[in-house]
């Protein structure tokens, strides 16, 4: 493994990953019933995705 040439002190990497964030959990809403639920994934209350049922939610 390489050696460099100039190591970056702890502060210098500190502060390179005080700048990692989470990412945000984007939500947006069903076309079908509107309750909320993540884009490009089927509704967990209706089981639409891009109007057509997917899951059966009334057959319990
Ligand atoms: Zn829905």
């Not at 069903?30 to 639920?37: H, S």
Request: glycine share 8%; hydrophobic share 20%.
């Amino acid at each position: 493994m390489a050696v460099p040439k100039k190591n970056h002190s702890n502060q210098r990497t500190n502060q390179r990953r005080a700048n990692w964030k989470g990412k945000l959990v984007e939500i947006s809403n069903c076309n079908n019933c509107g309750a909320a639920k993540r884009p490009h994934h089927v509704c967990g209350e209706c089981g639409f995705y891009n109007g057509r049922k997917f899951k059966d939610t009334d057959s319990e």
